[in-house]
């Protein structure tokens, strides 16, 4: 067991070291698309007040808020649970790998059953092949046993429930710079693969003040952890959290309420990383997502 839970904790927030680079535009970036509702022998599917409404980014990585009928008492994407508002407004992600349509299912108090298939489109991942044996993900007994608490310790701060409601905005940059890492860009090694880049890397330079992209509740606010170095989580609300990594300080403490653009540390390089920038990684429970999607594009 200590084995396997070592492999997942080198990859709870990867290290940004190992991450393929590629600072130039993509051309590939979605555009907003809507969920068409589609029959189901199981389901009924219905208009005007008893749909499900959707829109969003609705690609590998991405994102979709909606609204689900008065009197739902369960809301559904796939296995993963809704949190919903008392109105029928909801969010909802699809991690980097997902595949196939994503059945929304919401389940009416008076025993309908409504559903929506979302066609999640795939994405075209910068895929690098290296000449080079991969790396051993193996750890010492002593390594593990000075992170495996700081896994702990990200694990239980990822699943706390604030009653934030930062996933309601829409998003601004935590700071503007050279993107140095792109989401889900990932490295083969003689044809096995390595761990993709799980965030978004800015390198604005050593010191520059990082902000909150959305309104949330600070989870986590760790120093000297040994692969994110002082590391920040932000719960946003229903299941949405953002964290930052490498920062050379932090101004935030865990409990804290932040608002959208308020200053809550400075890039650094701190852990494991080749020099100084931030490491943004947006999560949806378990799917991890590309925060790009997320933001308006850069002048």
């Known amino acids: 067991m200590r084995s396997a839970l070592a492999g997942v904790g080198l990859l709870a927030l990867a290290a940004c070291?190992?991450?393929?680079?590629?600072?130039?535009?993509?051309?590939?970036?979605?555009?907003?698309?809507?969920?068409?509702?589609?029959?189901?022998?199981?389901?009924e599917i219905s208009?005007?007040?008893d749909a499900i409404e959707l829109a969003g980014e609705l690609t590998q990585g991405g994102w979709v808020k909606g609204l689900v009928p008065r009197g739902t008492e369960l809301a559904t994407l796939g296995d993963t649970r809704l949190?919903?508002?008392?109105?029928g407004r909801f969010f909802a992600a699809f991690d980097r790998?997902?595949?196939?349509?994503?059945?929304?299912?919401a389940t009416l108090e008076d025993g309908r059953v409504i559903e929506r298939q979302i066609d999640v489109?795939?994405?075209?991942?910068?895929?690098?092949?290296?000449?080079?044996?991969?790396?051993?993900?193996?750890?010492?007994?002593a390594?593990?046993?000075?992170?495996?608490?700081?896994w702990l310790a990200i694990k239980v701060a990822r699943e706390k429930v604030t009653g934030a409601t930062g996933w309601q905005q829409d998003f601004i940059w935590p700071v503007k710079g050279r993107i140095s890492g792109r989401f889900g860009s990932q490295r083969i090694y003689h044809g096995e693969p390595g761990s993709y880049h799980s965030g978004l890397d800015i390198a604005p330079g050593a010191g520059t003040p990082f902000v909150a992209p959305a309104d949330g509740v600070v989870v986590l606010a760790a120093d000297n952890f040994s692969l994110e170095g002082n590391l920040l989580i932000i719960d946003h609300g229903h299941g949405l959290n953002s964290a930052f990594l490498h920062a050379s300080r932090l101004v935030v403490r865990e409990g804290d309420q932040v608002t959208q653009g308020q200053h809550i540390g400075n890039v650094g390089a701190s852990g494991r990383a080749t020099g100084p920038h931030l490491h943004w990684s947006l999560k949806w429970h378990d799917a991890r997502l590309d925060p790009l999607l997320f933001v308006a594009?850069?002048?």
Do not use: Q
Request: glycine content about 6%; hydrophobic content about 35%; aromatic content about 4%.
């Open 17 to 43: 070291e190992n991450a393929p680079r590629n600072n130039a535009p993509n051309p590939l970036l979605p555009t907003l698309a809507v969920a068409s509702a589609v029959p189901n022998d199981n389901a």
């Open 47 to 49: 208009t005007g007040r």
């Open 83 to 87: 949190s919903v508002e008392t109105d």
């Open 97 to 105: 790998d997902a595949t196939g349509p994503a059945i929304l299912r």
């Open 121 to 141: 489109a795939p994405r075209a991942w910068n895929i690098e092949h290296v000449n080079v044996a991969k790396r051993s993900g193996g750890s010492s007994e």
């Open 143 to 150: 390594w593990w046993k000075k992170r495996e608490p700081e």
């Open 297 to 299: 594009p850069e002048a």
